[in-house]
């Protein structure tokens, strides 16, 4: 945290050594080409995680995942991505398990931001963590068979284990994959199913351990606890999310965040992908912000391919780093005003907030609608620049002047934009919005998420930083040209709902700060190329691991990836994994609504800025 | 349909099989009773207000004020099935997800009607090779109008709407299968999917069982010829 002193920046490989004399051969650098980190005895690793965070200041646990290396010394390895809140790389921290008794101790009690993602990691690899008080499936329900990431479990439309499919490319054939399912379905059973076993137990589930009894006294009354289920269905969820909540009268006691409704295997689609038809995928994962998605992605396969030096291959060029900041600076922007108009929405304040922010929104969607072809699945960015310059002109059906004109220079539409328009309803949004008396009374307070907790939660971008912590990955470990460009991190002080309001408020103005600053730099480069080469093949020969996170406008976006060396393998990831801020953030969710009322939880839920295709990927 | 002006334009409720004198055209509407109740339904459609996924998106930007769906009389999302005529599936249908959506569907009242907006809730989209996705809301439930799109523009979700108008105003109260809302006693609800070792459709248990006795006399085969 900022209050205390500079530490001076450690290397990866100092840390590395530093770990290895305290700890002996408990820990070893991970030797494996392009890998990095450690890998740690799993007896040892709660003791070396917790020297790590009291000793070394990595307090901020970033991701935890699993990886199955079936093939490669058939065994599972959870993977811990470890960072200093006052900035810095990671320490890459590993354990490993046997693939038929998987069990690694749970890390929950000193990071308790590994609860989800532990709990993921159970639920799709079916890895074992003893400690973790809650493991049960997260994304999948209960019963279902298997566990799907690993690598030998297939899905019931598997064809092949690697994209392009043989009978598609290059002749063209297309296989129906219901054909050949006797259900004509996406259905699969385990073989020596009966039909005894058909019965619905996956509700069950979410109501047991809750304590229902009756010792809620008041005076003569004994009254019973009670229970709301809100969603998957309901306005106000954001989505298809749902909450099992405890009531006493009306106030929260205990909260479940139950998910999974859109889990839709991106992950499981991703490891079959060829690198880059993944992102068109990673448009869809926080649907509004496709943009800065698309840029995570991006620099963690060009991360990549620089350790493996790909021939052809050179780093971006200056006009399509800018173009890029400039995208996801707009949808930072475009992002915020949606989630404070919905935020508005969850307050009672039905829908004009949220009409005010959607007629900017889509303005700005006119203009990636003329650059990337697509208002929100954008799939704009490729490894090593943009998928095209920005165009001459924009022929949409702008309503930027008036419903007339209908066709600008682009660069005139963007100067109105950056300089006039975006600034302006600022303004305007904040003389409404901000000292509004609802607001105040509604925000204030509710919701509190103390610093420390957050930072022990892994909460990230505006949950994180309106608890007073000011870690914004575009500073703490920078990338792309953000060292060059001059804007605030913003942070709030109480870390209630009206921080995150805030916070978010003042974010917007930071990027257009920066958008000012990009825009005179995109006409000095313009006719730059938006590519550094010619044509590359994105074949990772020796493999390797690579960690590329952004600063999204939920929070850190991170994408996991890992290849494997020879010609069968480096086509495609072998392990694709997103660390997904919407979903990491929930884990505060219930530590933030206990004791408030039921219609608190919708406004604190709306305040975290969820969204689902992220949350359950 | 009203046009610009601000009164409804009665050539558009007029049977045009029925002449009218030129000083009475657009005052007098002579028409039928099923061409009236048509038009009253299709011009106050009230869509569920129900989001899944990126759809969603494009779903609350239709009725935004630039697309504007209250030109459609539609602007009135309601969140309970028990008021909604229609619901648009607007996104991923996932395993998980479509136990609710059938039981929203079965708790719609008659005259009802499903939308499928996008590549997802048509046919499973980009998704449909994933282990938790359901490749297509038809699967389940009987839909009206798809809409194509990854996601479809909001334009693309207006065409369809007023294709599902179209298909309102061509229901007849004269044939009863065309309204079987009317027929006698009330309408069939479709079976909850179960969530077991994989999702079970309730419809498809006689394959499943033929399913498990092949496989059962496929192993004593086995053994046997162990």
Same mark, same amino acid.
């Given at each position: 945290m900022s209050d205390q002193a500079p530490e001076i920046a450690v290397s990866q490989e100092q840390m590395v050594r530093t770990l290895q004399e305290r700890f002996g051969n408990v820990v070893k650098p991970d030797d494996r080409g392009n890998f990095e980190g450690v890998i740690v005895d799993r007896d040892k690793l709660v003791d070396v995680a917790t020297a790590l965070r009291d000793d070394y200041g990595y307090d901020y646990l970033s991701s935890a995942t699993a990886v199955d290396y079936l093939g490669f010394g058939d065994h599972f390895e959870m993977v811990y991505h470890c960072y200093k809140t006052t900035g810095g790389p990671a320490l890459v921290v590993k354990a490993q398990t046997p693939r038929d008794v998987a069990t690694i101790p749970s890390l929950i009690n000193v990071w308790s931001g590994a609860d989800f993602q532990e709990r993921e990691a159970y639920d799709l690899m079916g890895i074992h963590f003893p400690g973790h008080p809650n493991l049960k499936r997260i994304l999948m329900w209960e019963g279902f068979d298997g566990h799907p990431m690993r690598k030998d479990w297939h899905e019931a439309y598997f064809e092949e284990e690697h994209k392009p499919f043989d009978n598609r490319h290059p002749d063209g054939w297309v296989k129906r994959s219901?054909? +050949?399912n006797p259900f004509g379905r996406n259905v699969k059973y385990p073989q020596g199913m009966t039909l005894a076993d058909v019965h619905d137990i996956s509700e069950i589930d979410h109501y047991e351990g809750l304590n229902l009894g009756v010792d809620i006294e +008041?005076? =003569? /009354?004994?009254?019973? $606890?009670? !229970?709301?289920?809100?969603?998957?269905h309901h306005p106000s969820t954001h989505g298809v999310f749902r909450m099992v909540v405890t009531l006493d009268g009306e106030t929260v006691e205990t909260l479940e965040p139950v998910m999974g409704y859109l889990h839709r295997n991106h992950e499981k689609i991703g490891e079959r992908n060829a690198w880059i038809m993944n992102m068109p995928f990673t448009d869809r994962l926080d649907y509004i912000s496709s943009m800065s998605n698309n840029h995570g992605y991006a620099l963690a396969v060009e991360h990549l391919m620089e350790k493996n030096a790909i021939r052809g291959? @050179? =780093?971006p060029t200056e006009r399509a780093e800018l173009i890029r900041i400039l995208m996801v600076e707009m949808t930072r922007f475009v992002n915020h005003i949606w989630s404070i108009g919905f935020l508005l929405n969850d307050l009672g304040a039905f829908f004009t907030p949220a009409l005010y922010a959607i007629e900017e929104r889509e303005i700005i969607l006119d203009f990636f609608e003329a650059a990337s072809g697509s208002r929100m699945m954008c799939n704009y960015m490729?490894?090593?620049?943009? +998928?095209?310059?920005?165009?001459? $002109? /924009?022929? &949409?059906? &702008?309503?930027?002047?008036?419903? !007339? !004109? $209908?066709d600008f220079d682009t660069m005139q539409y963007l100067r109105t934009l950056i300089y006039e328009r975006l600034p302006r309803f600022i303004e305007e949004y904040d003389r409404l919005l901000t000292r509004n008396e609802l607001v105040l009374t509604r925000c204030q307070g509710v919701g509190i998420l103390p610093g420390d907790m957050a930072i022990a939660m892994s909460a990230a971008g505006p949950v %994180? $930083? =309106? @608890?007073?912590?000011? #870690?914004?990955?575009?500073? &703490?470990?920078? +990338? @792309? /040209? #953000?060292?060059? %460009?001059?804007f605030d991190v913003i942070t709030g002080t109480n870390g209630d709902v009206y921080d995150r309001f805030l916070v978010r408020m003042g974010e917007m103005r930071e990027s257009i700060r920066i958008l000012q600053q990009v825009f005179p730099r995109l006409e000095e480069t313009k006719g730059q190329?938006?590519?550094?080469?010619?044509s590359y093949v994105p074949r990772m020969g020796n493999g390797g691991e690579s960690y590329g996170r952004v600063e999204n406008p939920k929070g850190e976006l991170g994408y996991y990836v890992v290849s494997m060396p020879g010609k069968d393998y480096d086509q495609n990831p072998w392990r694709y994994h997103v660390r997904a801020p919407s979903f990491i953030n929930l884990t505060g969710l219930e530590e933030m609504c206990k004791g408030h009322k039921v219609a608190d939880i919708v406004v604190i839920l709306g305040s975290i800025d969820i969204v689902l295709g992220e949350t359950d990927r | 349909m009203t046009t610009g002006k601000d009164h409804i334009d009665l050539r558009e409720l007029h049977n045009s099989e029925i002449p009218l004198p030129d000083g009475l055209q657009n005052n007098v509407a002579l028409t039928t009773l099923s061409q009236l109740y048509n038009w009253g339904r299709a011009r106050s459609t009230w869509p569920l207000l129900f989001g899944l996924a990126c759809c969603a998106i494009e779903m609350i930007a239709t009725a935004a004020a630039r697309y504007d769906l209250s030109r459609f009389g539609m602007e009135v999302m309601r969140a309970s099935p028990r008021q909604a005529d229609l619901l648009i599936v607007s996104g991923t249908v996932t395993k998980k997800m479509v136990v609710p959506i059938v039981r929203i569907f079965n708790q719609m009242p008659e005259p009802r009607y499903a939308l499928a907006m996008g590549a997802c809730a048509s046919g499973g989209g980009p998704f449909k090779e994933g282990y938790n996705v359901v490749s297509g809301i038809d699967k389940f439930i009987p839909v009206d109008v798809y809409v194509p799109g990854c996601p479809p523009t909001p334009q693309a979700l207006l065409y369809g709407l007023i294709t599902l108008h179209r298909k309102m105003e061509s229901s007849s109260l004269n044939n009863i299968n065309s309204v079987p809302w009317y027929g006698r006693g009330p309408s069939d609800e479709i079976p909850l999917p179960i969530l077991g070792p994989d999702i079970i459709d309730p419809r498809q248990t006689e394959i499943l069982r033929k399913e498990i006795e092949s496989f059962n006399a496929s192993m004593q085969e086995m053994q046997a010829e162990a």
């Open positions: 219901e054909e +050949y +008041y005076g =003569a /009354i004994d009254t019973d $606890r009670l !229970i709301v289920n809100m969603g998957p291959y @050179s =780093a490729r490894f090593g620049g943009v +998928y095209k310059d920005i165009p001459e $002109r /924009i022929r &949409a059906q &702008a309503v930027l002047e008036n419903d !007339i !004109i $209908r %994180l $930083r =309106a @608890s007073g912590v000011p #870690y914004d990955v575009r500073r &703490a470990d920078p +990338y @792309s /040209i #953000y060292p060059e %460009l001059e190329p938006v590519f550094g080469m010619d | -």
